[in-house]
């Protein structure tokens, strides 16, 4: 019986581990589709990008931002169990909360019109 609790225990640990990276991993099997495609089609689809930092005569990084008050899937605790900082259980005293911000940072480096790299981060990247 021992044994068969261990395993369970084991399995719920593993499907929850599992949870955790699927939504990183879905974003970043969206956002692989993109290499090799053109500068414009990016353009076309996402418009005009918050940021364009040039990198050299024939590169750019262009940055794409989202924020919303609630998560795009309704996770609000995207960390929960994985950060352990007491200084975020601590209270307010008494001073007014700040709306929650939910944020993802979505960035491709295009080099000669082409995009040949991306990078994404934050806790509502889908």
Known sequence: MKKLLYCLTGLFIIAGCQNIGY???VYNQKLS???GKSAA???SDW???DQI???DASTVQVSYYSSESQPIDNDFQPYESEIAYDAMEQSDFGLP???PLFYCKTSFTISNGIITDYTFNGDDCY
């Open 53 to 55: 930092f040039p990198i």
């Open 41 to 43: 089609e990016l353009y």
């Open 47 to 49: 418009g005009s990008p």
């Open 97 to 99: 909360t700040a709306p």
């Open 33 to 35: 589709k993109w290499m």
């Open 23 to 25: 939504s990183s991993a």
